[in-house]
């Protein structure tokens, strides 16, 4: 039947596990849709079942199913006239429909902003919700609605917190999180922020060039990956920038980097500090990585951040030990008799002669900034 109405088989795969089976089948239709159809089963019995639908090359709808055939959810894609994506509409049953931006407008010119004397910080990750508006009043704007960030994703000025290269339907948020952090540790700061060129990590040498020309003077990066090739672009810019500090993620993989090594947390750049996370008492987390290369440890683990939509959650790992070390290096370069920032390698330098050996004998890690220090240099209570 299927192929009278047009449909064919074009790829199926079987996953056995111990104690479940998933069979996933992909169809095409002869007007260029496709269907893919997921269905996970234990024993002899349907548990969930998935299907998505394709049209003209662009994911439209998703739909899960239990195993006694009731629809759990239903999420569609919407474009606009160009074909470019612009929302998720996520219809749980029984729920009020919830639609997620994937490249909303920004809010007007907040009437309060951050002093231009502030340094000033570029954030390079998914993006982040710049319609809170918390946040917006660390923006540069350029005028009454434009601020200065940048999509390498998207190639437009609008880095809106969503990553969507796990699944279109179920995009993840990472980079209002870690700039929650660093508005917690009470640094004074404006914000240049980027959202990373996943598709094409060839344009993070342009997203340092970037940064560079609207005046960073640090960059916090939580994030990397095992590819060499993907950063060949990143290191060589950020050679031609030695008045930044460059701060970077260890990961949370329980690796020690020595032998299996994270880009760019490995690296030879004498202006850049990699962080790892710990507990309060500078013990490390089995997830976190460690080595020679690590240079801080930072207490990052069951903390409270808000994300988009100020929406609330526990987050734990190396990407938030970097803002607290970037808002530590901020209020370490305003108390500072001496100016330190605009020389990336004297700037790092200075933040890791500020702090202490690890706690307990503690292997991992260089040097230890406590929640307690944070505090006192940014002068919270």
Aim: proline share 7%; aromatic share 8%; glycine share 8%.
């Amino acid at each position: 039947m299927g192929q009278q109405l047009g449909w064919h088989l074009i790829d199926h795969n079987v996953l056995e596990q111990p104690h479940f089976s998933r069979f996933s089948f992909r169809y095409k239709h002869t007007d260029a849709g496709e269907i893919g159809i997921n269905v996970m089963v234990t024993g002899k019995i349907l548990r969930i079942l998935h299907i998505t639908v394709i049209k003209q090359q662009r994911p439209r709808s998703f739909t899960a199913i239990s195993g006694n055939c009731n629809v759990l959810e239903t999420r569609q894609i919407t474009y606009d006239d160009n074909g470019t994506p612009i929302a998720v509409l996520m219809m749980p049953t029984g729920r009020a429909m919830i639609t997620r931006p994937l490249n909303p407008p920004a809010l007007p010119r907040p009437d309060q902003e951050k002093s231009a004397n502030d340094l000033i910080i570029g954030h390079i990750d998914s993006g982040i919700d710049y319609r809170r508006a918390d946040f917006a009043s660390f923006l540069i704007y350029q005028d009454k609605t434009n601020f200065k960030g940048r999509d390498f994703w998207d190639n437009d000025p609008l880095p809106y917190d969503t990553d969507t290269g796990r699944n279109p339907f179920f995009p993840q948020s990472h980079g209002s999180h870690v700039l929650d952090i660093l508005k917690q540790t009470g640094a004074n700061f404006r914000l240049l922020p980027v959202r990373y060129p996943r598709p094409d990590m060839n344009l993070m040498g342009a997203a340092i060039h970037w940064l560079a020309t609207n005046g960073a003077q640090l960059v916090m990066m939580p994030l990397g990956s095992q590819s060499r090739d993907d950063w060949t672009a990143f290191f060589e810019a950020a050679r031609q920038h030695p008045e930044i500090l460059f701060i970077f993620s260890a990961g949370n993989n329980g690796l020690d980097l020595a032998d299996t090594a994270i880009y760019p947390a490995v690296n030879d750049l004498p202006h850049a500090l990699t962080v790892t996370s710990t507990f309060a008492d500078g013990r490390l987390p089995a997830e976190s990585n460690f080595g020679q290369v690590v240079d801080i440890g930072v207490p990052a683990e069951a903390m409270n951040a808000t994300g988009i939509d100020y929406e609330q959650k526990r987050v734990s790992g190396s990407s938030f030990g970097v803002p607290k070390l970037a808002g530590f290096a901020l209020c370490l370069a305003n108390a500072g008799p001496t100016k330190i920032a605009g020389n990336g390698a004297r700037w790092a330098a200075s933040v890791k002669s500020a702090l202490v050996s690890p706690p307990l004998d503690i292997a991992g890690y260089d040097v230890f900034l406590s929640d307690t220090q944070l505090r006192q240099i940014c002068q919270l209570p």
